[in-house]
């Protein structure tokens, strides 16, 4: 289950900045130990550079998750139709690939254009 | 005398302002510019947290980060990475060098620092609120 939190426009650099601390301090808030919160926020950051850099603009979703007694983040940054080719390449550029930062990173199309990233980071 | 923190910054500015306030903190601090040095230093007298700038010269960031986490004396010290560079891969290089922490250089640099640290037990803790709820 997922508890939405808080939103994020993503419009400009400093949003890339505003976000990321929103994330690490988040992270922090939930349990997760410092390598982790640098995880969860370097994904989340790299992603929305992405969206910002394409020109497209977006928006960035926080939640918290529960399945059973785990508890996890979830971040979902929407965008244009041209984050599908430029996170499949981010993704897939191993071993230093986004994916590796979080323990789900799904590309999903939404209507017309709209794509999303979700990113999700368990307790463990 | 080991101090609480060695910092190893090449840039004077950065180093001065960091010394300044972990000082304040009532840290004792030690500064060095360079990643071959700061090695030597941090295994002959170990500090209890080393923060690291990533672009040094003779040795970055990622190796002395290597070279503490593998020396015996330093096995076990608190490695905090500040750095401009904030993509993915950086950041696992990080990590898997053995950083404890890995922090940017942003406008919330300092106090990630502070709070790394408190986490740490480096510095007593401040009470907290959820300010993401």
């Known amino acids: ?75 979902i940054c929407t965008g244009g139709a041209a984050l599908a080719q430029l996170l499949d390449a981010a993704s897939s550029r191993l071993p230093g690939g986004i994916s590796r930062l979080v323990d789900e990173f799904v590309l999903e199309h939404g209507d017309g254009e709209e794509m999303a990233v979700v990113m999700r980071k368990w307790l463990a | 005398m080991s101090s609480d923190i060695l910092i190893v910054e090449d840039s004077l500015t950065q180093a001065l302002r960091l010394k300044m306030i972990l000082e304040r903190e009532g840290l004792t601090v030690s500064w060095v510019p360079n990643g071959r040095v700061a090695v030597e230093l941090a295994t002959e007298k170990p500090p209890r947290a080393v923060i690291i700038d990533v ?26 990475l500040l750095t401009v560079r904030d993509h993915a891969q950086d950041t696992l290089t990080g990590l898997d060098a053995g950083a404890t922490a890995y922090i940017p250089k942003d406008d919330y640099a300092e106090a990630n620092l502070l709070q790394a640290l408190r986490d740490l037990a480096i510095l007593d803790p401040e009470p907290v609120e959820a300010s993401w709820g």
């Not at chain 1, 419009?11 to 919160?37: C, K, P």
């Open chain 1, 1 to 75: 289950m997922a508890v939405s939190r808080k939103r994020f426009e993503l419009a400009n650099t400093y949003d890339i900045v505003q976000t990321r601390q929103y994330a690490r301090q988040m992270a922090r808030e939930l349990g997760f130990g410092l390598s982790d919160q640098a995880r969860i926020a370097t994904a989340i950051s790299e992603v929305i550079q992405q969206i910002i850099g394409h020109g497209s603009g977006g928006e960035a979703f926080f939640a918290t998750l529960s399945d059973g007694p785990r508890q996890g983040l979830e971040c």
């Open chain 2, 55 to 80: 672009n040094l010269p003779e040795l970055d960031g990622f190796k002395v980060c290597q070279a503490l986490r593998t020396h015996p004396a330093t096995a076990e010290a608190a490695l905090i």
